[in-house]
């Protein structure tokens, strides 16, 4: 199957006149970018330090790896890889050898793995030896034999020899069209198999482009990456792409967890981080201890998933750094709050779009525009959101309308601005007896009491509601009586249809591969606990 993603011509054309798709490729960039800042640190990862013309080296040598297997350009090659500076020298030598990327996160197994090949015909498949305990050799290869077209399996070994190390082979002269796809990406969510997502060089980079102004990214900025290296929100918001754009520096942190964090942060003076609420609310708690100097941190931005206001409001005296929130998709559209905005736009919004090209409705179940602060289902299109999916004609029915409008499946407020408040997922909102409760704003509630660390919100069929509410705590020490912390619920003056019909108190959350709260697995826990006869409030 092609691998494009195309845009109506008069929309291509509005989009290049404004400035937003330069007509650059990533190896274009690269090499610019290695000219003029080759003696600078690229990149800091384990005991590797690469400035950026050894990284333009290790990219020239994996390039020439990939064209030594027969690989021709336009193949795809599955890449899952863990937070190592190796995911830039593979990722960029794929693009320099013309070709394409498709991102998996080390937490994905053979059956991810696998679709994901199958899907794109992937040619090849790059692996880790080993991470977090897992040996990646032994699956990739049951992913081989499983999918036709998947000819080779290379394994990235710390300390080995870089790849493509005394191989010699012609790399292309030519570079491929800025409209052409660059990589690909894999579409969120906690049900069902991922969706592939197209994206050119024209329309990532442009997002990558304007995010870095916004985000105070620039050359002498230090990015850690957290978060997995292969998602959307650490690689494109503005993430480690955005930090080689701009000639900062890399730090690739093995675990997101403050352990692991704070010290790195400490040791390579880190100014910018992205972390999901969950991670947030970790390093929020261990700040409280001491012991690192986290002083040079100077943007914390939060996204993945709503952070509820109450944590937000946290951030700045507890961390000492200004929070940035961030909601986008792997699909396209990005919105953030900007660095000087009002702290309630801060800690109250999910920020606003990057671009002005960006068309953003905010409808009601049958469609029409709803006025600004009320809730809405949320459509938009514009110079870096997708058009259509890989290969999967029944999802692009779903989720573009017929003028090519993504249909991004968040249900938000719209305010002065453009700005957004998440009021969470079509499928997060519980219809108790009618009544619309959204699942984040109860748990925004929940996290105000100081015995709660955590809370997620589900649904449950219930005969009588049709839905009811079950709360999923994680308390921080104690838990309080349920009772109690039902009364205080109320009395935070919320409608009682609010309040939380039952309540479970757990260690801690079933959770996606990035680090997000799976609701399925969520709702699937407590119905077996339910149906084993265990307590429940």
């Known amino acids: 199957m092609p691998l494009q993603q195309l845009w109506p011509e008069e929309l291509a054309e509005r ?60 193949d795809r090659v599955v890449v899952q890889l863990p937070n190592v500076p190796e995911f830039l020298s593979v990722t960029f030598g794929l693009m320099r050898a013309n070709l394409v990327p498709v991102f998996a996160l080390p937490a994905h197994r053979e059956t991810e793995i696998a679709h994901f090949a199958r899907k794109a015909e992937a040619a090849a498949l790059v692996v880790a030896e080993r991470h977090d305990g897992f040996d990646y050799p032994p699956m990739a290869a049951l992913v081989q034999a499983e999918v036709p077209t998947l000819r080779h399996v290379v394994v990235i070994a710390p300390g080995a020899a870089p790849f493509g190390e005394g191989v010699r082979a012609a790399l292309p002269e030519e570079d491929v069209s800025p409209s052409s796809v660059a990589l690909v990406q894999i579409s969120g969510g906690s049900t069902g198999l991922s969706k592939l997502i197209p994206r050119t060089h024209d329309d990532y980079l442009y997002s990558i482009r304007a995010s870095n102004p916004i985000c105070g990214l620039d050359a002498d900025s230090r ?27 890399v730090v690739m942190a093995p675990a997101p967890t403050p352990d692991v964090a704070f010290p790195l942060i400490a040791a390579q003076g880190v100014t910018i981080t992205g972390l999901v609420p969950p991670l947030a609310l970790l390093w929020l708690q261990a700040a409280k201890r001491g012991g690192h100097d986290l002083s040079s941190l100077q943007v914390l931005q939060v996204g993945g998933a709503k952070f509820m206001a109450e944590a937000a409001k946290r951030v700045r005296p507890e961390l000492g750094c200004t929070l940035q929130q961030v909601f986008g ?15 309630d736009i801060v800690t109250g919004t999910q920020g606003r779009a990057i671009s002005p090209d960006d068309e953003v409705l905010v409808l009601d179940d049958a469609g029409a525009p ?155 826990a407590l119905r077996a606990r339910m149906l084993a006869g265990e307590g429940t409030a």
């Open 370 to 524: 709803v006025a600004d602060g009320e809730a809405g289902h949320l459509l938009t299109r514009g110079p870096y959101t997708i058009r259509a999916y890989h290969d999967d004609p029944a999802a692009n029915a779903r989720a573009f309308t017929p003028d090519g409008f993504y249909r991004t499946g968040d249900v938000v407020r719209r305010f002065p601005g453009g700005y957004l408040e998440v009021q969470g997922r079509a499928t997060d909102h519980i219809n108790r007896a009618g009544e619309k409760v959204s699942a984040e704003e109860v748990e925004d509630h929940l996290l105000a009491h100081p015995q709660v660390f955590d809370a997620a919100v589900v649904s449950l069929p219930d005969r009588f509601l049709g839905e009811r509410s079950c709360a999923f705590i994680i308390p921080d020490g104690t838990a309080p009586e349920q009772a109690a912390l039902k009364a205080w619920m109320r009395g935070r003056g919320i409608a009682a249809f609010k309040v939380p019909d039952q309540i479970v108190f757990v260690d801690d959350f079933a959770t996606t591969a990035v680090g997000k709260v799976s609701r399925k697995e969520l709702r699937a």
């Open 329 to 343: 998709m792997a699909e396209g559209l990005v919105n953030y709050t900007r660095l000087d905005d009002p702290e």
């Open 223 to 249: 990015y850690l990456v957290a978060l997995p290296a292969a998602h959307n929100f650490p690689m494109s918001s503005p993430g480690h792409f955005g930090a080689i754009v701009a000639g900062a520096r």
């Open 15 to 74: 989009y290049r006149a404004r400035g937003h798709w330069a007509g650059e490729t990533f190896r274009a960039m690269l090499r610019r970018r290695i000219a003029e800042s080759g003696e600078r640190m690229a990149v800091v990862g384990g005991a590797e330090r690469w400035t950026y013309a050894e990284l333009g080296r290790r990219i020239d040598l994996a390039a020439a790896g990939f064209v030594a297997l027969g690989l021709q350009p336009g």
